[in-house]
């Protein structure tokens, strides 16, 4: 993660893995992390309430549930907290309690478990923050139509009863990445509805995904149809383990007729050509610097995009809606036993990381062009990096004036070099569907 210029790690840790049994508390994962972290790198631990015997929902992974003894609870998080010593600046309670999937209880206890939660981080890590758990874009537009009003009805109660017990709102931006300054204010404006004003963090984003393109939706009906029915609840994941094994019906027809999908949907499928691989990674690519800057400029300073690897080793078969969904993202692959072949889109995140290091404020400027988007990303001790692009697939010529003594260069996210041409201190800048960083030749890159 560092050799992609990367100080903040956000990973999961389930009751399970900590607790097994009543009473046996096993550290090997908890220490493994801590004996890695060093100074100046920030820790973010999400605690789920996975357990075989001490949650309503016996799993060992998902969903997590309500603890059976709310102090069992208390002495399990207390022991986790205390063990951490101080080390980890974040603390989560669930991932995003509003999806059954991933936590099958009622708003009460989850309030319940949250007090709690807090309680003892405050107590046992003062320094540290607390992270409610994460909403996702169908809990904040519900209104629109577009989300789910039960998720949103969830969250309102979430926000209002439990404002005094966390610190951090976390958003998780799924979707179209032009609604993520539309899904900051909306998250703003509720939790001023409750006087909740806190700050919002964004603890897991990427894209796309398959259903991002208008031409793949008649294709994946009966796919979205089974993977509404995962998240709802409705269809359980074999004792409650990740289901790389599983195939699903939806799934084994999709590939059957593969050679007659569009390529937008072939590219996210196993084994795809070669082209299809490469035009699915420039997406990725174009998209993780998009959506981050979107999110910078909306005021979000801490951002964690999902996600680093695959979840294990051997994921098994691919006939499955979580593989076709999410298995895009991962950064990096296992090379043996251990994370260590880069992907394209880590290439383009380490690229991005080195040009926003120590970003303290994002300017918008107007390139008078519709859908063109400049941006000017002011960094502590540092010349400013410029990036732009353009929404629609096309390239065009804007022009910005060059603050800086040294001359512009160009490289874009997919690190092509792109020349920039400097005139009585105006810079004209090849703007297209690819995003463009500007820096200053001879500056801290």
């Known amino acids: 993660m560092r050799s992609l210029g990367i100080d903040l790690v956000r990973i999961n840790l389930f009751w399970s893995q900590i607790e097994p ?11 493994a992390f801590l004996d890695q972290l060093e100074d ?45 010593g101080g080390a980890i600046r974040y603390w989560q309670c669930e991932n995003e309690p509003c999806v059954p999937l991933l ?14 939660f807090s309680d003892v981080v405050r107590d046992s890590a003062p320094g540290s923050l607390v992270v409610l758990g994460g909403a996702v874009p169908a809990a904040m537009f519900a209104e629109e139509g577009s989300g789910n009003q039960r998720w949103a009805e969830d969250l309102d109660r979430i926000i209002g009863e439990g404002r ?6 976390d958003l998780h931006p799924y979707g179209d990445p032009y609604a993520i300054p539309a899904l900051i204010q909306a998250s703003k404006a509720l939790l001023a509805a409750h006087g909740a004003h806190k700050a919002i963090v964004v603890g897991e984003h990427n894209g796309p995904m398959p259903p991002s393109f208008p031409e793949n939706l008649p294709y994946l009906t009966d796919v979205l149809t089974e993977h509404r029915r995962v998240f709802l609840g409705q269809s359980r994941l074999v004792d409650g383990g990740l289901d790389f094994d599983r195939t699903t019906p939806a799934m084994v027809d999709l590939y059957d007729c593969r050679d007659q999908l569009p390529p937008t949907l072939q590219m996210f499928m196993a084994d795809c050509s070669a082209d299809l691989a490469a035009e699915r990674d420039r997406h ?17 300073e801490r951002v964690a995009c999902f996600q680093l690897a695959p979840e294990a080793r051997d994921t098994g ?20 036993g251990d994370i260590g072949r880069r992907r394209p889109q880590a290439d383009t995140y380490a690229l991005m990381a080195a040009h926003l290091a120590d970003a303290h404020t994002v300017l918008h400027h107007n390139p008078g062009r519709p859908g063109t988007y400049l941006y000017e990303i002011q960094r502590r001790g540092r010349s ?6 353009s929404r629609v697939n096309e390239t ?3 022009t910005c004036p060059w603050p800086f003594r040294g001359r512009p260069y160009g490289i874009n996210a997919l690190g092509e070099n792109v020349p920039i041409r400097l005139q009585r201190g105006v810079m004209r800048m090849p703007i297209s569907s690819t995003p463009l960083l500007v820096g200053e030749e001879g500056g801290d890159r």
């Open 21 to 31: 049994e009543p009473g046996r508390f096993t550290w090997d994962v908890v220490d």
């Open 40 to 84: 100046g790198d920030e820790a973010w631990v999400t605690v789920c309430s996975s357990s075989p015997w001490a949650t309503q929902q016996a799993t060992r992974f998902l969903p997590s549930s309500p603890a059976t003894d709310i102090d069992d609870y208390r002495r399990f998080v207390t022991e986790l907290v205390r063990r951490c």
């Open 103 to 116: 936590w099958e209880g009622k708003v009460d206890e989850y309030l319940s478990q949250l007090i709690v």
């Open 164 to 169: 005094d017990h966390f610190d951090l709102f």
């Open 284 to 300: 990725l690519q174009e998209e993780i610097v998009i959506r981050t800057v979107l999110l910078l400029a909306s005021g979000v």
């Open 317 to 336: 078969s691919r006939l499955n809606i979580r593989s076709l969904m999410f298995d895009a993202f991962a950064l990096m692959d296992y090379e043996g």
């Open 384 to 389: 400013s990096t410029f990036v732009g692009w």
């Open 396 to 398: 065009a010529h804007i």
